[in-house]
Structures are given as structure tokens and as C-alpha cells.
């Protein structure tokens, strides 16, 4: 059975860091493109940043230079650093496994506060 739970969540200050982990289990996670992806209300869910298996990291424009993706293969454990927190940063924040087959977390709130 494939789980991924996402930690970390919260509400911060404008200005203020979170760091977000997802635990993944069930997966030869070392061999899993992992990203995390973000949903606000009413909009669609969109790609945050992603990590390859081997590495290469991938960031959306809007948190470029803010945002750090990264993983623990001994841990299976991804993590997103964000730091310099904006209001429009709050969003329910999913963490995804890809093998090619997609796994989701539950999601875990970001609330930023201005």
C-alpha cells in the first residue's frame, strides 16, 4: 500500500519560512520523480517544485530563488524549504510521487498571513 504524508503546515507571517515534509512509503522511493504541487481555493492545482530521481530540480517561476526542493532516499522523505513567504502563497500544498504511476498525499494547509 502506497502512502505519502505530508507534514509541516501552518500559518506564518508574510516574510516568515515553513519547511514541508512528505514521508513516503510503499515506493522504491529512490527511483521516484517526486514534486509538490499547491491548490488555492478555487483555482487549479499547480506544479510547485519537483525532483528527479537523480537529483535535477525544477521550480515554478512564482517561487524561484524562494523555494528549496530536496530528498532523503535513506529517509523517503521530500522536503520544500520555503522560505520569504507571500499571502498568495496559501494553498493546500500535495506532495506527489511519480513511477511513472502518480501517487498524492492528503495535502497539508500553507496559510500566510499579511
Known amino acids: 500500500q502506497v502512502q505519502l504524508v505530508e507534514s509541516g503546515g501552518g500559518l506564518v507571517q508574510a516574510g516568515g519560512s515553513l519547511r514541508l515534509s512528505c514521508v513516503a512509503s510503499?515506493?522504491?522511493?529512490?527511483?521516484?520523480?517526486m514534486s509538490w504541487y499547491r491548490q488555492a481555493a478555487g483555482k487549479r492545482r499547480e506544479l510547485v517544485a519537483a525532483v528527479s530521481s537523480g537529483g535535477t530540480t525544477d521550480y515554478a517561476d512564482s517561487v524561484k530563488g524562494r523555494f528549496i526542493i530536496s530528498r532523503d532516499n535513506a529517509k523517503n522523505t521530500v522536503y520544500l524549504q520555503m522560505n520569504s513567504l507571500k499571502p498568495e502563497d496559501t494553498a493546500v500544498y500535495y506532495c506527489?510521487?511519480?513511477?511513472?504511476?502518480?501517487?498524492w498525499g492528503q495535502g497539508t494547509q500553507v496559510t500566510v498571513s499579511s
Open positions: 506527489k510521487a511519480a513511477l511513472p504511476f502518480a501517487y
Open positions: 510503499g515506493i522504491t522511493f529512490s527511483a521516484a520523480a
